[in-house]
């Protein structure tokens, strides 16, 4: 586990600002993001797969037979299987308008890519890596 300070931006009436630093503990390495083609509703992630035009079961347009098949994108954590859909994106300035940003040892300015929807009181985030192919898992200290 790596304690990592990064810096947090706001967006307000007058754009993205610098609004101090926050502590998080990198908790995991690099995890494989995968792809079930064949999920049920039996699958407890169910309500977070799409069909080939991004719509949800709960969607009426959902249809999987007409829409290119069904997917599941999730990876495992600790034992447990978190969807990617259920993780709200960091950095949309209508809905969640607040980023978290590192230099990595390269250099690098990586950002947190989402944070935890199903969980509000300990929610982890994620960062994906330039693929999307990976995610690693932070928790805020």
């Not at 083609?37 to 039996?42: G, M, R």
């Not at 709960?58 to 993780?87: C, I, M, V």
Request: one cysteine or more; hydrophobic letters at 25%; glycine letters at 8%.
């Amino acid at each position: 586990m790596k304690k990592i300070t990064m810096t947090k931006s706001l967006c307000g009436s007058n754009g993205w600002h610098e609004d101090g630093t926050q502590d998080f503990i990198r908790v995991s390495r690099w995890i494989t993001v995968k792809t079930n083609y064949n999920p049920t509703p039996k699958n407890s992630l169910w309500d977070y797969a799409e069909d080939g035009y991004g719509y949800k079961p709960s969607s009426d347009k959902f249809n999987p037979d007409e829409h290119g098949g069904l997917y599941l994108t999730y990876f495992t954590y600790r034992g447990r299987n978190y969807a990617t859909e259920q993780f709200l994106a960091l950095g949309n300035p209508f809905y969640n308008p607040v980023t978290y940003s590192y230099e990595d040892e390269d250099g690098k300015v990586c950002y947190l890519s989402g944070v935890d929807g199903d969980n509000y009181y300990n929610p982890i985030f994620v960062e994906f890596d330039e693929c999307c192919e990976r995610i690693r898992v932070y928790e805020e200290v």
